[in-house]
């Protein structure tokens, strides 16, 4: 997409704004607002143009060759960056977590933008935070940025923090929530609301989140982690966080069952049970993911007509939006 390298300062997506309507939130008296962001670039869409942006600025500014960044081999994060870089008029490289899949659509999307990708064994990639391992990875690559797994660190959360949840159609939010990996994301909302209180659903599990999203966002205690209510590993997902994928689809609102769809359900068990007020006005921050259903269809995880059912939500959505 050619013109596209000269306007990272330019508003690169829109904000809009849906409420959802179910029984429960009736009987609670709440109001559940999602937030979507609808990038010129779709496979950035979500959280991904907020982590990517200072990222890809700095590229821009010291003239990097470009992007070297770690994930998994259904990574959206490393779809964001493939597709950035293409976008953009950089060049990607990937060390994938390689874990006995042959290429997927994640990585197939990955290298038709261009992205080189390194598959590396699972206990290679444990180091991916280990500074000799960086310094190493550094040298061959001297002219590359280096981007942690998920696009979290000190650039990718300025971008989340630019974000404003509190403009709902309807008032200021009294809780923010997103769905959590890396923590990057609740380490940037809870930066840029420093008023309110933000919960990250955790769907991945990591002990030491904590410790790194205190270091991303050191004098912010707005925060707090809940662990996601299906208690699966990070990747798998039960039939009762899909039908609420199914279900909420019906309104128009897209969600993948590994990220937001487990995250928006334990955000409702919460309120069921009582661990949320009544009468309050809540955000969600749809964080995007939807390209994960790609590979749960290729896996047969899901089957072709509820894959078709939460694209169709998708396209109404985009639609909705003009
Ligand atoms: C769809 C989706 N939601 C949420 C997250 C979690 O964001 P973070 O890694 O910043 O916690 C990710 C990972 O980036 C993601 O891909």
Redesign the pocket.
């Known amino acids: 997409m050619p013109g596209l390298a000269a306007s990272v300062n330019t508003p690169f997506y829109q904000q809009h704004w849906q409420q959802i309507h179910l029984p429960l939130l009736k009987q609670r008296q709440t109001e559940l607002w999602v937030c979507h962001l609808q990038c010129r670039v779709p496979a950035i869409a ?3 143009w907020l ?1 990517l942006k200072y990222h890809i600025q700095h590229i821009q500014q010291y003239e990097k060759t470009g992007i070297l960044t770690f994930g998994g081999a259904f990574s ?2 490393l779809a964001a960056v493939a597709a950035a870089g293409k976008a953009f008029g950089f060049q990607t490289h990937a060390i994938v977590r390689h874990d006995g899949a042959v290429l997927n659509p994640t990585l197939a999307a990955c290298q038709e933008q261009d992205m080189q990708l390194s598959f590396v064994s699972p206990q290679q990639y444990r180091q991916r935070q280990q500074s000799g391992y960086l310094a190493t990875l550094q040298q061959q690559f001297p002219d590359w940025l280096l981007v942690p797994e ?3 660190s000190p650039l ?1 959360v300025k971008g989340v923090a630019e974000l404003q949840l509190n403009n709902t159609p309807a008032g200021a939010a009294d809780l923010i929530c ?9 380490a940037g909302l809870a930066l840029g609301h420093p008023q309110t209180a933000v919960l ?1 659903i955790n769907v991945v599990k990591d002990p030491s989140l904590p410790e790194q999203i205190t270091a991303l966002a050191p004098h912010q205690h707005n925060w707090q982690l809940a662990a996601d209510c299906s208690g699966l590993r990070y990747g798998q997902f039960d039939a009762a966080t899909l039908q609420l994928c199914l279900q909420l689809s019906q309104q128009d609102l897209p969600l993948e069952p590994v ?2 769809g487990k995250a928006l359900q334990t955000l409702l068990a919460a309120l069921r049970e009582g661990h949320i007020k009544t009468g309050q006005r809540l955000v969600f921050f749809h ?3 939807l390209q ?1 259903l790609d590979g749960m269809l290729q896996r047969q995880r899901i089957t072709q007509e509820q894959y078709q059912q939460i694209k169709s939500a998708e396209l109404r959505l985009w639609h909705q939006f003009g």
């Open positions: 979500g959280n991904k982590k959206n994060h998920g696009g979290t990718g997103c769905a959590t990996g890396s923590g990057g994301t609740v990250g990220y937001t964080t995007g993911g994960g």
